[in-house]
């Protein structure tokens, strides 16, 4: 009886010592491995870079070989050196930066680490968050949208950068370095799928205009009403608001990036040359060495040439002006005895093999719809060698928009070319017609309403545009621009003192002025495009 109580107690006792030897065992690798996850730097942990807007840029210098993320879960900023950020940081674009412990921001990440490159110096940011930092690098990306100056707004991020405001007590507060494409939280909510730019409002802004006719050379004398005299400068301080999303404000040098080694190409009469000057000027803004900004063929802007291509140097673009009044051809054809001017109402225009092969095609026409031939239509449109007796101006334009449109759909690679039309530019004569002794000379103001009277070329051409199979952006100016009727040159469309028609021009638009406007809408498309190449990426 003795000899089995003591085996008994032997083997209890024993039991009692493995399960103690076990669960010290069990609980020292639990707190081992606790204290290497907290302490040891050699664990790699990943770091996400957000890329969902391509809306800035963020460049270092070249000679920064790695740019290192502290090893913690906040960002310790004041590791980035001064030296390490490039001196080309430009004046009207943003950075915005969060940090942030969350996991997921947006549907787009770059994963950054794995190699010790430098931060390259095009890459595209609008928004970076932290995850959990480790020992980690980041990578120059593949895809980056060679944007490469930005302007700061250096009060709040010196005091980063100078180590003077604890970043970690500000982890939701959000850098905000001004915008190519201005993506703050507030103006993403308003920017809706649906948002239709051209219903707005004019708002006075004394930043305006972003540029003047002393700086810049292109402006013609049509077109220069300053420098003709007029003297009230109000009509150039007025910045369209739409009433449900904002578009940024232009950026010269972003939109320079934008056309980087590209052709942007204007075709179209005298309205959309308007345009194209306001462009060239706009652009201008960011050239430091205008002796680097030529006409290739040494030509000087007037009204009695049809075309100009003029080349920024530093960026390897042309942006191009071809006019053809009808985008159609201008002909001849034997009535009789005599040869007459018709219209080609079934023929592209001549020189619409120089259209050939743009990046970006911007094209207008509807002014010169409304002249006395064009508007009778007697003996004027032509179809084959058919030459109608009488044909509506508005069943000729039809016509000639579908020989546009064919054009298009045969000649233009959608997957290159971004093809934009622009709507009717309205008039604001007064009292009588361009040749009736009518005038705008007493606006000083935008008008409370709207001001459209011809709007059925306009559903023509959105109508004709929807038949293609081309993509093409139909730029609808009209309504917008029917409040200003104080745009226009009226008398100052000439050099004071100089001989020549008492004519007011009430259907230009003196520069700067609204077709600035117009501009940006073409930018802020253009921004929106490269948005949804990098969402896709």
Known sequence: ????????????????????????????????????????????????????????????????SVFNLANSTNLNITQLKRSQISSRFGENSSIEVAFSKSEEVGS????????????GRNLSVSRVKVVKLG????????????????????????????????????????????????????????????????????????SYPLYTNFSCPFIDEGF?????????????????????????????????????????????DSINRN????????????????????????????????????????????????????LVRESKARMGNKRKETLRIDSIDRDSRKWRGADILIFNTGNWWTHFKTKAGINYYQDGNQVYPHLDALTAYRKA????????DKFVDARKT????????????????????????????????????DPEKDVIAQEVISSMKTPVTFMNITGLSSYRIDGHPSKYGKSPGKKGSPVEDCSHWCLPG????????????????????????
Not at 8 to 32: A, D, Y
């Open 1 to 64: 009886m003795e000899k089995l109580r003591s085996l008994s107690w032997k083997s209890s006792k024993f039991l009692v010592i493995s399960l103690t030897l076990s669960f010290s065992l069990v609980l020292l690798s639990f707190l081992s491995f606790w204290v290497m996850r907290r302490a040891s730097p050699l664990i790699h942990q990943e770091a996400y870079m957000l890329l969902n807007t391509p809306s800035l840029s963020l460049s270092l210098n070249s000679d920064s």
């Open 108 to 119: 787009r990440r770059t994963k950054v680490g794995e190699s010790s490159t430098d931060f």
């Open 135 to 206: 020992s980690t690098h980041l990578r120059k990306p593949h895809n980056s949208s060679g944007f490469m100056k930005s302007s700061i707004f250096k009060e709040e991020v010196s005091e980063i950068l100078d180590g003077k405001v604890d970043v970690s007590s500000k982890e939701k507060r959000e850098l905000n370095l001004t915008s190519i494409g201005k993506v703050d939280e507030e103006i993403k909510e308003k920017r809706g799928k649906d948002c239709d730019v051209s219903k707005g409002r004019w708002v006075f802004d004394e």
């Open 224 to 268: 220069n009403c300053q420098g003709n005299g007029r003297v009230d400068k109000d009509y150039m301080k007025w910045r369209w608001q739409p009433q449900d999303c904002d578009i940024p404000r232009f950026n010269a040098t972003n939109m320079l990036e934008l056309i980087r080694g590209k052709r942007l190409v204007f075709a179209g």
């Open 275 to 326: 345009q194209w000057e306001s462009l060239l000027c706009l652009l201008m803004g960011a050239v430091k060495d205008p002796t680097k900004v030529y006409e290739t063929r040494g030509r000087r802007i007037t009204k009695t040439r049809g075309v100009y291509s003029y080349r920024f140097v530093d960026y390897q673009c042309t942006v191009e002006f071809y006019v053809s009044h009808f």
């Open 401 to 408: 928009l579908s020989t546009w449109a064919t054009w298009v």
């Open 418 to 453: 971004h093809v934009f039309f622009r709507s009717t530019a309205p008039a604001h004569f007064r009292g009588g017609q361009w040749n009736t002794g009518g005038h705008c000379r007493e606006a000083r103001k935008p008008l409370n309403e709207m001001y459209i009277n």
């Open 514 to 537: 609204v077709p600035d406007t117009w501009n940006e809408m073409i930018y802020h498309q253009l921004l929106l495009k490269q948005q949804k190449v990098y969402t896709s990426l």
